[in-house]
């Protein structure tokens, strides 16, 4: 295993070095991004980060100046262009939607033999600016193993690209050590104990650093997309009635408000939800409160997208089973329609495992066979993950 996991290692590390020379300090430029300069003094170890944009990695390159083996989702390691990826910087790839337990033995595997691995254990870009769900998994890493950690926290990336828009903005982002821990620090600790010094270093509030730092993100139509994010109306509690315009958006019920350069919300109704991240903790609290009406809502839809395309996933190949499809989520299940006739139900509590990429492609487990619903468009894949979690008594974070 040690030969496998080194196979391509020095071209990794040339492709790496000779890249960040290269283009590195223009890609600084371009992102507006800083860093503040650190020499990781354990190895082997394992580099944790928050994560909110695609060109997270490529920041962390350049502002740690070493190699590591990046946890990539396998979807950017499909088609020709993903294999030549796999072939230049040989990542260690993750299924959206999938067990993890292959990612996991691959980075013990890489660690053993000492190889540094990063990895946002997170799994997902940040949808609302806080950090999301890290899976105690992520710290039992450190008991198959010996190796260090490394917290790294990058600051304005969520702002500059939230994962809900249509497009980005122009502003800046920092990138910096919160700590690092060697192996004797870690050894004897335990796994809760390795858990909660992740999850303390790692937790950002956007809005906690931007209300410090006030800077402006600067873009057009800095509102569209927000729905994808805003599935529910904080003033008539309705699904889907978000919609969006310029730095504008509205509910038919007559909530009007603004989205502004610096990332806050403006409403007279909207009460106290100034930001992305209050607007998704009232869906979360609204949800949790509403469990057993939902659960109970089963003759009428809680919800529907049409026009998704739907995929069996096979070795990360996709085979398409339908287009043009709606898909219609009550309090038991998932109804996929093509016109109407019923392609394929899923239960909710049979769905053992959902992923998330980018904002227009959801992936889930049901009965050990893994399928995709896609829209170029985007659509709210927030509310899909959100409503498995609570339908299912699962803790919605």
């Not at 809680?302 to 996933?313: A, P, Y």
């Amino acid at each position: 295993m040690d030969n496998d996991v080194r196979r391509g290692l020095k071209r990794h590390k040339f492709v790496y070095h000779f890249l960040r020379i290269l283009i590195g300090w223009l890609l600084a430029a371009i992102q507006n991004f800083t860093y503040t300069p650190y020499k990781i003094k354990e190895s082997p170890v394992l580099i944790l980060s928050n994560h909110n944009s695609d060109f997270d990695p490529f920041l962390m390159i350049i502002g740690l100046k070493k190699h590591f083996k990046f946890v990539a989702s396998a979807n950017i390691m499909s088609g020709p262009i993903g294999k030549l990826i796999a072939f230049l910087v040989g990542p260690i790839p993750r299924e959206k939607g999938a067990s993890a337990d292959q990612t996991v033995q691959l980075i013990v595997d890489n660690l053993n033999a000492g190889i540094d691995v990063a990895m946002f254990p997170e799994g997902n870009k940040s949808w609302d600016g806080s950090t999301g769900f890290i899976s105690k998994r992520t710290a039992e890493i450190f008991k198959m193993t010996k190796c260090g950690l490394v917290t790294y926290r990058l600051d304005g990336g969520y702002l500059r690209s939230p994962r809900w828009a249509k497009v980005p903005r122009r502003g800046s982002v920092h990138g910096r050590v919160v700590n690092e821990y060697s192996y004797e620090q870690l050894k004897d600790l335990s796994v809760d104990e390795i858990y909660q010094i992740i999850v303390d270093d790692l937790q950002v509030d956007a809005f906690n650093y931007q209300d410090t730092h006030r800077i402006r993100y600067i873009g057009k139509s800095l509102a569209e997309g927000i729905g994808n994010l805003a599935f529910l109306c904080p003033v008539c509690h309705r699904f889907d009635s978000i919609h969006a315009k310029g730095d504008e958006f509205w509910c038919d019920c007559g909530m009007k408000a603004v989205y502004d350069e610096y990332g806050y919300l403006h409403g007279d109704k909207l009460i106290d939800l100034d930001n992305t991240i209050k607007w998704n903790r009232f869906q979360k609290h609204w949800l949790a409160r509403h469990k057993n009406e939902l659960k109970a809502q089963t003759d009428q839809p809680i919800s529907q997208d049409d026009d998704l395309r739907f995929c069996h996933v096979v070795n990360n190949e996709r085979v398409l089973l339908g287009e043009h499809i709606k898909a219609q989520l009550f309090g038991d299940r998932i109804l996929l329609k093509n016109g109407n006739r019923v392609e394929k139900t899923f239960f909710w509590n049979k769905i053992t495992k959902i992923g998330m990429f980018r904002n227009n492609s959801l992936f889930f487990t049901y009965g050990g066979e893994r399928y995709e619903l896609d829209r170029p468009s985007g659509f709210s894949l927030l509310k899909y993950f959100s409503l498995w979690r609570v339908l299912t008594d699962k803790t919605l974070v």
